[in-house]
């Protein structure tokens, strides 16, 4: 992974290391062999943010404001836009699904935007 990136070995453990702590990315080691996987189940470690909502009766059915910007900013439609913004979904996983499926290996995606809410109602 090194060559193909062009950084040193160094710099992408330290970078693995962040996204693990993160909970962003599960790394299983084999040997000499490092698998990485991507977490998908965000409800192992909530953000701050969500706890907090989660900690306050009656805050769960109201649009996260910073989600439905979020939403929109990638082309969600209101009405279902408005339906995953009362879900406790961090905003910055938005952003990397969005930059999932618009990777140059997803070009066979047919409805990457709808790939993309399936995705994030499962968080």
């Given amino acids: 992974m090194a060559q193909l990136t062009g950084r040193a070995r160094s710099t992408l453990y ?7 702590e993160r909970h962003w990315i599960r790394v299983d080691q084999t040997g000499r062999r490092i698998i ?12 701050e ?5 989660m900690s306050q009766p ?3 059915s109201a649009p996260n404001e910073e989600l439905v910007e979020a ?6 439609e209101n009405r279902k836009r408005t339906q995953l913004a009362r879900m406790a979904i961090d ?6 699904w969005h ?8 070009r066979g995606l047919t409805n990457p935007l709808g790939n993309i809410i399936m995705l994030l109602a499962l968080e």
């Fill in 71 to 76: 939403l929109a900013a990638i082309g969600v």
């Fill in 99 to 106: 930059l999932w499926a618009g990777h140059p290996h997803r």
């Fill in 91 to 96: 905003p910055l996983w938005v952003r990397a």
């Fill in 36 to 47: 990485i996987r991507p977490v998908t189940d965000r409800s192992v470690e909530p953000t």
């Fill in 49 to 53: 943010r969500q706890e907090a909502e």
């Fill in 14 to 20: 330290h970078h693995l290391k962040e996204l693990r």
């Fill in 58 to 60: 009656g805050t769960g």
